[in-house]
């Protein structure tokens, strides 16, 4: 089994792949959640790039119905050739528009099909789609056709936990929850992204974004996302690492904290308490 | 051994089912963990547990499961999958050891081998060099088979048992009867958020209209969907002034958090139990004192209650006109409470003490009984059953 692994781009924890390998093996999809920023999305792009497949995106919104995924009737479209007296009118194949499932579904070769943040659409979404994942396949109305899935996708289903999923979509699925990487992990993520880095850089720098994601009165604590758009920061200015050596982010916020801090109240908390501890200093 | 496992993680509140029991067995056959025990785990884990919150009970099950399949009753061979642990081994000796094992009598001389050596176990402090998992001597350890995994090694070091990934734990801040502090506040902010946004009315699909119109040759077919609107209208009433003012105000804040979310949501503050009058603020100073009569009459039924508190005072407080350690109260706080329950349709307490401490204080005993029973932890577990109550 030629498998999905941690790779230089992405750090992948060991249940991570097994989790993947299993979804990929047993053809179920897999369900992944996380604090946000801890790589959910990007994970479904490393798992067709590791296993050389193509990758189809579908991004949930709050507005988007099951139905989509498979097809959607245009109506409004034939309505309108109907007043005109187009002769499209009388094809209603002519007005069903494919959706993402059925991208996969009637691609040639085995695709990756990320359903991205799924919590976000109504509680029923999940369950509209039941059956059309077990199976792989689906009906059209219109057209009387039934479209079976030529190969059947690696589906990874993310979720940011806003609304709870259905049992029967649940046990259909792999589960693997992303934890917060540890520092070490972390360094190879950076490592990932920065190949070039200078290591005083980097580890004065994580040491600075652990000590702010340990500040408990925090609204949104930064993530791996959030860390790297920083580092990226620190390079461009080339700041030294001295300048971020022994900054207790307590004492002092940290240099362009815009990139860590993106919540309002979150700033006027580091500033509140750069303030306080000066004042005791003096 | 694997049904037995099944049935320890469902009596632990683990919704595994037959169908994922079913998936698990195809992944061990199809080879997804055959690496070694730690990816029995891992995939056990991600075929088994569909909630984060459980993660860490599964861990804990895991680990009992395991280790109850242990000596000291006897056969322990019986508990381990002999059919994977061939393949493992298959999958982790090299040609030569291989050949060396074929010399010595093949795989089942293999088989028996490990169980003689878990046979000899019994009963000793250290591995010696016939230990399984001890490098070098022995074919199981020297190349990956890693006993702490099944916990073969009874006898590992402290050191070695720590190592054990389902005994790390790090999944505990997850779990539902933790209480709640800024480490699973997030969870339980959507926990709230879903409470806030039930209920809706519905409104006109245009869209799905225009559809079913067209679909109906022109003649008009309305379709209705569920509002986005938020309907839930809250009052919060916190104890405030005691040991628990902490837990109060993460509760406080919990709720403002969300406050966008709530059609309405207002705080009233009071000290230990309700009386004739409350405050619109924490310091409970004179001008921010409201009656409770006042606030009975400005917000209706349809308001959803919420007292929280610890329920730890004298019971005095609760049944005794005058019993306010604060002032001269004419009626009784029990009275007080049960105007405030008989005016809202829905109404609950939250308890950030831990439940199990409750029946220590006779006051939470008799609070808890005016709730008639509608007293929840301060927990993820304790909001949902809340909130579930709360939209009954
Ligand atoms: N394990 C990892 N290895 C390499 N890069 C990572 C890893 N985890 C996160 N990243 C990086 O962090 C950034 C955020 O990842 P991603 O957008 O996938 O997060 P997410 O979990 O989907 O977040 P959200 O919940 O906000 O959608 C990306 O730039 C990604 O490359
Ligand atoms: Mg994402």
Redesign the pocket.
């Known amino acids: 089994m030629a498998g999905f692994r941690s790779t230089t ?4 924890s060991r249940d991570l792949e097994v989790a993947v390998n299993a979804a990929v093996t047993l053809q179920r999809p897999l369900l992944v959640k ?10 479904a792009q490393e798992v067709a790039r590791a296993l050389g497949r193509n990758l189809i995106e579908w991004h949930i919104k709050s507005t988007t119905k099951a139905q989509q995924g498979l097809y959607e009737y245009d109506a409004v479209s034939r309505l309108r050739d109907g007043q005109l007296g187009d002769e499209r009118v009388h094809d209603i194949g002519n007005y069903i528009i494919r959706g993402k499932l059925w991208e996969a579904f009637a691609a040639d070769e085995q695709q990756v099909l990320l359903i ?2 799924i919590d976000k659409a109504d509680i029923e979404f999940p369950n509209d789609l039941l059956l059309e994942l077990d199976r792989m396949q689906f009906h059209v109305y219109e057209t009387r056709e039934t479209v079976v899935a030529k190969h059947r996708p690696i589906v990874i289903i ?1 979720s ?1 936990n806003e609304k709870e999923l259905p049992d029967a979509f649940l046990r259909r699925c792999f589960f693997h929850y ?1 934890r917060f ?1 540890d520092r070490e ?1 972390m360094e ?2 950076v490592q ?2 920065f190949p070039d880095i200078k290591q005083e850089l980097a580890r004065e720098a994580l040491n600075v974004f652990f000590q702010v994601r340990g500040v408990a009165e925090l609204k949104k604590k930064p ?3 959030e860390l ?1 758009d920083w580092l990226k920061l620190l390079m461009i200015e080339d700041l030294p690492p001295e300048v971020l050596r022994s900054q207790d982010p307590r004492t002092a916020i940290p240099p362009l904290y815009g990139a860590l801090l993106k919540n309002e109240q979150d700033v006027q908390l580091f500033e509140r308490l750069a303030f306080l501890s000066r004042r005791q200093q003096r | 051994m694997l049904a037995h496992f099944i049935v320890a993680l469902r009596s632990a509140g683990i919704p595994a089912s037959l169908t994922e029991y079913l998936t698990l067995l195809r992944g061990m056959k199809e080879g997804v963990a055959d690496y070694s025990v730690d990816d029995f785990y891992h995939l056990s884990r991600a075929t088994l547990v569909k909630d984060e919150r459980h993660l860490d009970r599964f861990d804990r099950v895991f680990g009992e499961v395991f280790k109850g399949l242990e000596p000291p009753e006897g056969d322990l061979t019986r508990t381990l999958p002999e059919e994977w642990l061939r393949k493992l081994a298959e999958k982790l000796l090299t040609e030569e050891e291989k050949a060396a094992i074929e010399a010595a009598g093949g795989f089942d001389k293999l088989m028996e081998m490990l169980k003689q050596r878990l046979a000899e176990q019994k009963g000793r402090h250290q591995g010696g060099s016939k230990w399984i998992g001890t490098a070098g001597t022995s074919p199981f350890g020297a190349h990956g088979y890693n006993p702490e995994g099944v916990r073969i090694g009874q006898d590992e070091s402290r050191h070695r048992r720590a190592v054990k990934v389902w005994d790390k734990r790090e999944f505990k801040d997850l779990d539902d009867d933790v209480e709640i502090g800024t480490r699973n506040i997030k969870l339980a902010l959507r926990r709230l958020r879903r409470f806030a946004r039930q209920g809706a009315a519905t409104e006109l699909d245009l869209p799905d209209t225009i559809r079913a119109t067209a679909n109906n040759a022109g003649s008009l077919d309305l379709k209705l969907v569920p509002e986005r609107h938020n309907t839930v209208k809250v009052l919060l009433f916190l104890d405030i002034g005691g040991s628990m003012d902490d837990h109060v105000r993460i509760c406080a804040e919990l709720f403002s958090a969300c406050r966008a979310e709530f059609k309405h949501l207002e705080h009233f503050y009071f000290h230990n139990c309700p009386y004739e009058r409350l405050w619109t603020n924490n310091r409970r100073r004179r001008e921010s004192e409201v009656s409770t009569w006042e606030v009975l009459r400005k917000y209706g039924p349809d308001y959803k209650a919420i007292i929280v508190g610890d329920a730890a005072m004298s019971p005095y407080e609760v049944v005794q006109p005058g019993g306010s350690v604060e002032h001269w109260n004419e009626e009784s706080g029990q009275v007080w409470l049960q105007r405030i329950l008989g005016h809202f349709r829905r109404s609950a307490w939250l308890n950030p003490m831990p439940q199990p401490a409750w029946d220590r204080y006779h006051s939470a005993v008799l609070l808890r009984q005016i709730m008639e029973n509608r007293m929840f932890p301060l927990t993820l577990g304790g909001l949902d059953d809340m909130t579930r109550e709360l939209s009954r």
């Open positions: 781009s992405y750090i992948a996380g604090e946000p920023g801890t790589g959910k999305t990007v994970l991205d943040e993310t940011n992303i990487p992990t190879r993520i990932a992204h993530a791996t996302s790297l």
